[in-house]
């Protein structure tokens, strides 16, 4: 018995250590919003502060427990969120008291039912509505909440100007402690992770072309940025939210990012179909084959070299440099050197048609695959641009290979 | 002025009025929510009640806006987590007050902050932890808030059992209401939508492949399968929670409907793919597209005829008829005479060559969807079985169709 629970201990100490390692931000966190925490409690615990709040501290500590999240942009988004649902939903409150006031001890139950009622209903039913929803999901809970607190308590508390006024302040010291701690201690951006996970999506994909067929790990580097999305349009609302911060300005055009995303996303798509003729190849190769494989390889290399450049400079945040293009120019002459193949060469004969469809089908996805990386690369200039990343520094050598380059295409 | 505010008044009522008629579920649940708060404020309203709770009546307003969510799955998720977590940590915040009490009035407010801090931090690591996420989240903050004001307020009230019992209460009460009317007023099951979303996704695979490739609206049906994976994980969730309701039981199977949705998924993507070539395939028809586009319209139309009775059988909570099996066994025998046309058909010219390849392109994918196909039915077949689904009343038509079926085989 004793030896279960220290194995189960064991483990969980394992796990634990193991979450730990794998994002060191997260005992980060929680230290900081144990750290916080604890501030507000004392705030709430030593006696002149206690006397000049009384009971409302405990709005201080029920700020910080529900409003410090992992990310910035995440504490920013539900501490302006309450702050403000709390100040239109304190005044609105005070207003219906007024007005229950003014109707008698018998119609103000009434009237201050009907309300709540009312305010509540069609604040829960503007929750559906998309944007709402993204933004200010949390803002419309506490105004229910607030609203409905205020209207009702004010029937009993006499002074509910001042209960206003001290529950304010405990929620505007709550939240500004959690944005304070969130922003100066290890601050995890959201913006950054959303950033780093696009770039790390695209080098993922070009981890796939590059990887040698044979070695089958790979294959499943794509699986991941299938299933990104709804971690990135998290990632991105909580992102407009944040101050600048490193190379990111206040403004920066996070939509873009999920333009991206979605490109790339798409591309994994091609990739999903393409994993699956390469598992499912028959082994013998005939002699169509080897003519059309080399091109075949040529165009998957050098588009994966142009999907690991577009995520490098997304990474470093400069603009991709004239590589990227090298690379998918070459890409699409292999793909015209394969296209020319397959009108010249000699007709396979009957038993070998069937086993050259799959290889026609990598060509073919190849192809498509390139389309997708060109949209991608547009995509990527666009956000470069809108968002001000640094020119690269000029690279001598580049110059030459583009000079070479557009000679040869004048001649 | 006035001109514009009435303009965008209408447009909003508009947007409402959509929203609403969408899904007529969001106008009930609005309401619902207005009903609960309401009865929660008045329970705080009036004398009697006041009387015995004071301020504590405030816990189930705050309960009652937080907890109650959209599914009856949700709201009881949420309202046991707050319901446990408050219980457990009032339990160790009673235990905090005592040690800091033995500890003298120095050594008091040292142990509390200690205690809530290593509290708050482990707990807030958890929540980092896949399954604790997933299922205890709210659960992990609400055990924080009640440790952190128990432990501390603890220090000022000197009845604190008794403030424990008000709150504990007034807690239950509201989220007892809350369940309630969740579970008792128009129910929204996440199980029952769950099931209905993966029925849905199926039948739009199915949309997709009998559509006439001249008819493009129906080319984006699979787009919104790609991402419904979030949405999928979110309802299996919330339906863990769920009590039995319409033919499910308490225990039914929720993960088996992630299986199936990833399998759809991953049907989708190749249909991605062949969207793609629907759009970019070239006008001219030569003498071999002719030949083989019977059997891939026959492949087509058979696997969306598997794919429509599965999606049937699954929202009437039925075994798939053996339909599902024929349909399947049909697109094999067209897979199969497509692969004998390119066998035994007239090479075509060089010149054709390049024209065709985007036909074989969607011979293959449409291979390839034929073993997707597969094994959705075996997980749905899987599914029917562990949730107990209905055999589906004998249809005599269907058994002669079988018959004629298997005499077929055997001769």
């Known amino acids: ?10 483990d ?14 997260r005992i980060f966190h929680a230290v900081k919003v144990g750290i916080a925490i604890t501030l507000m409690s004392m705030f709430y615990y030593f006696k002149p502060l ?16 529900v409003v410090f999240e992992f990310t910035v942009g995440g504490t920013i988004a539900k501490g302006l969120n309450r702050g403000a649902a709390t100040l239109l939903a304190a005044g609105l409150g005070v207003g219906a008291e007024y007005l229950g006031n003014a109707c008698g001890d018998k119609g103000e139950p009434i009237i201050l039912g009907t309300l709540v009622f009312i305010l509540a209903s069609v604040a829960t039913f ?22 409905a607190l205020v209207a009702v308590s004010g029937a009993r508390a006499s002074e509910i100007l001042k209960m206003a006024y001290e529950r304010l302040t405990t929620i505007l010291i ?49 699986k991941t940025v299938l299933n990104s999305k709804a971690n990135e349009e998290i990632l ?46 028959s082994q013998a190769i005939c002699e169509f084959q080897r003519k059309i494989q080399p091109a075949c390889v040529e165009m998957s290399i050098e588009a994966s070299k142009a999907l690991r450049e577009l995520g490098a400079a997304l990474k470093e945040m400069r603009f991709p440099s004239s590589a990227v293009e090298i690379h998918l120019r070459n890409s699409k002459a292999a793909a015209e050197k394969l296209q020319n193949i397959m009108h010249n ?13 799959p290889t026609l089908v990598i060509a073919s996805v190849l192809i498509d695959i390139i389309k997708f990386i ?3 690369s547009s995509a990527v200039d666009e956000l470069s641009q809108k968002a001000g990343f640094k020119l690269k520094p000029v690279d001598h050598n580049q110059v030459v290979v583009d000079i070479v380059e557009i000679k040869t295409e004048s001649s």
Chains 1, 2 share one sequence.
């Open 12 to 25: 969980s100490a394992k796990y634990a250590k193991k979450l730990g390692e794998e994002d060191p931000r």
């Open 345 to 357: 060469s000699s007709v396979p004969t009957k038993a070998d048609f069937q086993h050259i469809v």
């Open 126 to 147: 503007t929750r559906f509505v998309p944007r709402v929803k993204r933004r200010y999901d949390y803002g419309v809970t506490i105004f229910i909440l607030t609203f």
């Open 374 to 376: 060109d949209k991608t």
């Open 50 to 65: 206690y006397h000049s709040f009384e009971e409302a501290g405990m709005w201080a500590i029920l700020t910080v427990v």
């Open 1 to 10: 018995m004793f030896g279960k629970i220290k194995v189960k201990v064991m």
């Open 174 to 222: 709550g939240g500004a402690t959690c944005m304070l701690i969130s922003v100066c201690i290890y601050p995890v951006w959201a913006g950054q992770d959303l950033h780093n996970l696009i770039a790390t999506n695209i080098q993922n994909l070009a981890t796939f072309l590059e990887a040698d067929a044979e070695d089958k790990s790979y294959l499943q580097s794509h």
């Open 236 to 281: 991105a609302n909580f992102a407009w939210w944040e101050l600048g911060h490193g190379g990111f300005k206040f403004n920066h055009p996070w939509k873009l990012y999920l333009n991206i995303g979605s490109l790339v996303r798409e591309c994994a798509c091609q990739i999903e179909t393409l994993s699956g003729c390469l598992n499912s190849k």
